[in-house]
């Protein structure tokens, strides 16, 4: 194969746009330790992608700390697949935020105060998160509301919902400010604990994580709902005319969205690994995995990979020397970094129209292509 075709195959594409914006927001992560503490960049920058390598000389502790970072991974790649999966559909689910935070809501209420059996609660997080993105799409749908300022009002009423009920004295500790632990029946089944240092929160959320991914990309490419669905999404007349249910269908993209958000909630709260605080803000969860599913580049097994990724980086922010930076530098470096994920799209355009000008130049030379 030679390198012209395998620059001009998508997936290659993808991939190359990736690891460019990556690199560069480490790039960029390293100019600002540079401009704040130069005698220290290089030393902040190894420890923060060094990450938990930093236990390579005990291998109990570091199979403990992976695991960590895979259950921490689940939310931000279930994030990105609801995203992704709407965004396929023609649809910009901003609303994956509010439609996560309905998911803590149902979790964690059934899983505290009801001491619902675990499949039950995550069951109650997906219709609850579901519900969250029928209003979304029936907005959509039957009035023309556009889906991103419908999400964003149903973010923040998901918030001070969620602090209502979760601020209650029968979930919530009030002399720590945070919810009790979820009951023994609600906590999810363990999940390949030995082999990651007896991690208590290594659970089914892992594979389970995994199977979504697959099922998203099948019912995407490979059925003819997942059809019906783009086909909508690219032009909503267009649909109507070949016989299909267009307003169905965008509500229909934006309930399973929801669902996936609800999904990814549930499979966070119930490892136990977390506990819910009041909060002032929407959780970032669902804006990050915005980035994620395009740094992905919209692949739902590329979204499991760079969720990895961003989550990777973001814990290894915490192993930064405080003595030398100010703590909030990591957070500013892996803002950048997710910032730069957007540009995926755009790193993927310039590599076409590369290719597609040295095709017309060897047209124009007379060489075959």
């Not at 938990?52 to 939310?75: C, D, E, Q, R």
């Not at 390949?192 to 019912?219: D, E, H, K, Q």
């Not at 709260?269 to 970032?284: A, R, W």
């Not at 969720?307 to 950048?336: H, K, R, S, W």
Request: charged share 10%.
């Amino acid at each position: 194969m030679n390198n012209k075709n395998l620059f001009g195959k998508p997936g290659f594409q993808t991939l190359l746009a990736s690891v460019l914006c990556a690199i560069f927001g480490i790039i960029l992560g390293l100019i600002i330790l540079l401009l704040m503490n130069p005698q220290h960049a290089f030393e902040g920058m190894y420890a923060i992608l060094r990450n938990f390598f930093k236990y390579s000389n005990n291998s109990t502790n570091l199979m403990y700390y992976m695991g960590s970072t895979l259950v921490k991974s689940v939310p931000v790649i279930l994030c990105a697949e609801a995203i992704l999966f709407a965004y396929k559909t023609g649809l910009f689910n901003i609303g994956a935020a509010g439609q996560y935070t309905v998911g803590i809501i149902a979790s964690l209420y059934t899983g505290i105060a009801l001491k619902w059996n675990w499949f039950l609660c995550i069951l109650a997080a997906v219709l609850a998160a579901a519900l969250w993105g029928f209003i979304c799409g029936f907005f959509k749908a039957y009035f023309n509301v556009n889906e991103v300022i419908a999400g964003i009002m149903l973010n923040w009423i998901a918030l001070y919902i969620c602090n209502i009920i979760l601020g209650s004295p029968v979930c919530m500790n009030q002399t720590k400010s945070e919810t009790y632990n979820v009951s023994a029946p609600s906590m999810l089944p363990g999940f390949l604990r030995g082999l990651f240092g007896n991690n208590n929160y290594m659970t089914i959320a892992i594979p389970i994580t995994i199977v979504v991914a697959i099922a998203i990309s099948f019912v995407i490419n490979k059925t003819t709902f997942g059809y019906e669905l783009k086909a909508t999404g690219h032009s909503k007349d267009a649909a109507k005319y070949a016989g299909m249910n267009a307003k169905r269908n965008i509500i229909l993209s934006l309930v399973i969205s929801g669902a996936i958000a609800g999904l990814a909630a549930s499979l966070y709260y119930l490892t136990g690994i977390e506990h819910y605080k009041i909060s002032s803000s929407v959780p970032q969860m669902g804006f990050s995995g915005i980035a994620v599913a395009f740094l992905g580049g919209l692949n739902p097994i590329g979204a499991i990979f760079a969720g990895l990724f961003v989550e990777y980086i973001t814990l290894g922010g915490q192993y930064l020397n405080t003595n030398y930076y100010n703590p909030q530098v990591a957070d500013l470096m892996i803002a950048i970094i997710i910032y730069l994920c957007g540009f995926v799209l755009f790193f993927k355009n310039i590599l076409n129209r590369r290719i597609i000008a040295k095709s017309r130049i060897s047209r124009e030379g007379g060489v075959m292509k």
